[in-house]
């Protein structure tokens, strides 16, 4: 089929409908409610051979979603930043019950202070759940890596579900070209799905989720979990082999950018990372030798392909859009973690955090990052966590806050 503009939220949507979905629980928050809005109407016309139901919140939503995935049916579902926190609970439990699904979250920055803009700790509050992790760039790769989901996550090694995370209003309400697979190679990519261990099925009973007293029984199935998990990055590079065999486009588990002669390396995930690849431009033109390192899957961790890729660098930084309070940026702690062991780790690893809220990041900010960077390598000592905010910002901050002390003296 042709390419199209569409936002990602569509593209998100096209494919939910070229999956072949049969379920689709729905509860609308900003900002991804145009992708639910698509396909009730595609439902509605016929035009999708599934059944949407509006339910009364997220953790209803998620609820039936799961429970509709235990009895064998293909299942999506979307929502973002305090709809997935208040999901969260049942999440554990439909990945405990091994009954995948794909999730779509739009990420949102969470409150308080509320924001509609995008920042990852919505996302990266699931990371422990037993859903797997696909963190898309483009909306193109947000199409396609639903896709690739579905094909995951369905595998009998995996039987796992899996979120598929976009940024809010930087790529949900973005158009970019978007060329949509060919139905009849989806279902050679995607068949249907046909689970063994699930169904509903009155003369073969069975129960999911039951109690369990003792830890021998709970850990022996949550580290079935964590094994099925790591399973999916083998099921991920056979996936991404038979989609690019069909599809001509290739998705790993880590892109690398420019990283074949790159001393120093910026690692990145998401929308954000586009802005990240055209400083590494910039860069190179005045003469640096950096890269980037994009992280597409975050769960299961891919380590093996990061160490991989970091092999032998001067120096590392990672830009977090996210915060741990108390601790700094969360993918920098496990960038760390998987690279304490590596003989040829980098001499320097730098943590920043920048864009929260969605706040720009500016090509001066890139590079502050490739030059205090390049002078830990030298130095052979890390520096972080560093806050992305410029001069101008703290004014503009500073100010505001002149603003509401003045109106509140007024007031009295």
């Known amino acids: 089929m042709e390419g199209e503009m569409m936002t990602g939220n569509l593209a998100a949507a096209w494919g939910a409908r070229l999956a072949g979905v ?17 396909l009730a109407k595609w439902c509605e016309s016929g035009a999708m051979d599934a059944r949407f139901v509006s339910m009364d919140s ?33 999440l ?64 009998e090694r995996v ?44 003369s073969a009973p069975h129960a999911f989720g039951v109690a369990v007293l003792g830890g021998t029984p709970y850990s022996y199935f949550r580290h079935q979990m964590h094994l099925a ?20 486009r290739r998705y790993d588990v880590v892109e690398g950018y420019r990283l074949d002669d790159a001393e120093d390396v910026l690692i990145m995930t998401n929308a954000f990372a586009s802005k ?25 961790w891919p380590a093996d ?3 991989d890729a970091l092999r032998g660098r001067r120096a590392v930084a990672v830009l977090d859009q996210n915060l741990a309070p108390g601790q700094g940026g969360i993918l920098f702690q496990e960038v760390a973690a998987c690279l304490y062991d590596e003989a040829l780790r980098p001499r320097a690893l730098c943590s920043f955090i ?28 890390g520096i972080g966590p560093v806050l992305l905010y410029t001069e101008a910002e703290h004014r503009e901050m500073t100010q505001l806050q002149v603003l509401a002390a003045g109106s509140r003296a007024d007031s009295k």
């Open 22 to 38: 049969d379920y689709v629980p729905a509860f609308p928050i900003t900002p991804q409610t145009e992708i639910v809005e698509a």
């Open 58 to 90: 997220e953790h209803s939503m998620m609820t039936a979603a799961g429970a509709a995935a235990a009895t064998g049916a293909r299942v999506f579902t979307a929502t973002s930043s305090q709809g997935l926190l208040y999901a969260i609970e049942v």
């Open 229 to 248: 998990a790591m399973n999916a990055l083998e099921v991920h590079q056979e996936a991404a082999v038979a989609f690019e065999r069909l599809f001509g």
């Open 276 to 300: 990240g690849k055209a400083a590494v431009d910039v860069a190179r033109a005045e003469g640096k030798r950096v890269g980037l390192l994009r992280l597409r899957m975050i769960r299961p």
């Open 92 to 155: 554990y439990s439909i990945s405990g019950w091994r009954a995948p699904l794909v999730l779509v979250n739009v990420s949102r920055a969470l409150a308080a202070p509320i924001t509609l803009e995008p920042d990852h700790n919505d996302v990266l509050a699931a990371r422990d759940c037993g859903f797997l992790q696909i963190h898309a760039e483009t909306c193109q790769e947000v199409l396609d890596s639903i896709l690739m989901a579905y094909r995951i996550a369905e595998d």
């Open 159 to 202: 039987m796992l579900p899996v979120i598929v995370n976009l940024d809010g209003f930087y790529l949900s309400f973005t158009r970019e070209p978007v060329s949509l697979p060919d139905p009849e190679k989806v279902k050679e990519f995607l068949p249907p799905f046909r689970p063994a261990h699930l169904g509903f099925k009155a």
């Open 354 to 381: 920048g864009g929260l809220g969605g706040k720009n990041l500016s090509e001066g900010e890139f590079r502050a990052i490739f030059e205090q960077t390049a002078d830990a390598g030298v130095r052979g000592k």
């Open 305 to 307: 392909a990061i160490r």
